[in-house]
Antibody
Framework: QVQLQQSGPGLVEPSGTLSLTCTVS?????????WTWVRQSPGEGLEWIGEIFHTGHNNYNPSLRSRATISEDRSKNLVFLTVTSVTAADTAIYFCARRQYGMGGIDSWGQGILVTVSS | DVQMTQSPSSLSASVGDRVIITCRAS??????LAWFQQKPGEAPRSLIYAASSLHSGVPSHFSGSGSGRDFTLTITSLQPEDFATYFC?????????FGPGTTVDIK
């Protein structure tokens, strides 16, 4: 059973860069899965940020206006998210998740990490 | 973007009730539709993929149906642990999008 654990700073200053790490255990990044980031603003719904495949191919949500980058370190089973030029609107709980290739959809979620953008 | 709507936005029900939540996509998404359950302070839990397939470990009193633009999540015989918020998500077209959620609370 794959397990996902997010880590990173819980507080980021406005105009700064948000950097999060997702540690994947019980599975390999090289499998047939997309590694995904989703966020949820306080009291709001879910927003898909983007994903990465083991080939290095990415898909992103244009709503972040190219501020988001998802990368990986397959040797360490880590997936990274960076969001640049953050504002208060980026305050949210950030989840990493695994989406199965094809019809499988998201089948595993990390517990989430709250990131607050504030000075 | 594909807009996802859900109805109702909230409902009150009793243990043992049958609950039906609908999800509509603004475009045809085939059956690339997932359902998630989320309880306060927790991560979402994956319930259903491909509109009607249950993820491993999901109780059989959950079921999904639909294709194209209209989908339903049915909870037969609501259990105490089922009181939560339910989201649908389309993963047919980028960017993937979620519905606004339906909160099921205790009557």
């Amino acid at each position: 059973q794959v397990q996902l654990q997010q880590s990173g700073p819980g507080l980021v200053e406005p105009s700064g860069t948000l950097s999060l790490t997702c540690t994947v255990s019980g599975g390999s990044l090289s499998g047939n899965s997309w590694w995904t980031w989703v966020r949820q603003s306080p009291g709001e719904g879910l927003e898909w940020i983007g994903e990465i495949f083991h080939t290095g191919h990415n898909n992103y949500n244009p709503s972040l206006r190219s501020r988001a980058t998802i990368s990986e370190d397959r040797s360490k089973n880590l997936v990274f998210l960076t969001v640049t030029s953050v504002t208060a609107a980026d305050t949210a709980i950030y989840f990493c998740a695994r989406r199965q290739y094809g019809m499988g959809g998201i089948d595993s979620w990390g517990q989430g990490i709250l990131v607050t953008v504030s000075s | 973007d594909v807009q996802m709507t859900q109805s109702p936005s909230s409902l009150s029900a009793s243990v043992g009730d049958r609950v039906i939540i609908t999800c509509r996509a603004s475009l045809d998404i085939g059956n690339y539709l997932a359902w998630f359950q989320q309880k306060p302070g927790e991560a979402p839990r994956s319930l259903i993929y491909a509109a009607s397939s249950l993820h491993s470990g999901v109780p059989s009193h959950f079921s999904g149906s639909g294709s194209g633009r209209d989908f339903t999540l049915t909870i037969t015989s609501l259990q105490p642990e089922d009181f939560a918020t339910y989201f649908c998500q389309q993963y047919n077209r980028f960017p993937f999008t979620f519905g606004p959620g339906t909160t099921v609370d205790i009557k």
